[in-house]
């Protein structure tokens, strides 16, 4: 699979949040530069704290950052030098990146640089979060892996809705807790 090497210079042009047109921004002096943290996550995969605090900068509140899917295909990589059960949130916040994808305009957000190995990658985070089915977990988690298959199998609006399922509302009318769906 082709990726863009985490020396490659074109790192720099590839926003997130908290870095643009090159930097990190004056607001968060502490953000990622995206190739140093994917670099050392590839040395150390278990490291789940180091990946929890890159993931936002790459995909939250229903954005995905142009280097997001420059990231995807090495947190691919990284999942895969994981035992199953260490998996979940690398597969998962793939699975976000995806829906936040679906969510923009057409590939927009997509260069052209990164594009093909980001689409070469989503084959391979499915087939990893189907392994991680079998295992146990809590209905939470499985929630949370069906959303991210539905997202990988190009299902974003069911993928959204799964991922959204513990949002609930009280009905006006006869004061159930009903599922309430927000955009």
């Known amino acids: 699979m082709r990726m ?20 990190r921004s004056k607001l ?11 670099r050392a996550l590839s040395e150390k995969p278990s490291d789940h704290t180091r990946f929890q605090e890159l993931w936002p900068y790459l ?15 090495y947190i691919v990589e990284i999942a895969q030098k994981l035992q199953p059960a260490e998996r979940f949130e690398y597969l998962y916040v ?4 995806r829906m936040s994808e679906a969510v923009e305009s057409g590939d927009s957000a997509l260069r052209t640089s990164v ?14 979060v189907a392994e991680l089915v ?28 799964l991922n ?3 949002t609930f509302a009280e009905c006006p009318e006869c004061s159930v807790q009903v599922f309430e769906y927000r955009e």
């Open 4 to 23: 863009l090497p985490l020396d490659d210079p074109r790192w720099k042009d590839l926003d997130h949040r908290g870095w643009s047109c090159g930097h």
């Open 28 to 38: 968060d002096p502490t953000a990622p530069f995206v190739p140093d943290a994917l």
């Open 59 to 73: 995909c939250s509140e229903g954005t995905a950052w142009p280097a997001a899917y420059a990231a995807v295909p």
């Open 94 to 97: 793939i699975g976000l990146i």
């Open 115 to 128: 594009a093909a190995s980001y689409r070469e990658a989503l084959p391979r985070a499915l087939a990893l």
């Open 134 to 161: 079998p295992h146990p977990h809590d209905a939470s988690t499985t929630r949370y892996l069906l959303a991210a298959i539905a997202s990988l199998k190009g299902h974003t609006d069911l993928a959204r809705i």
């Open 164 to 166: 959204e399922l513990d």
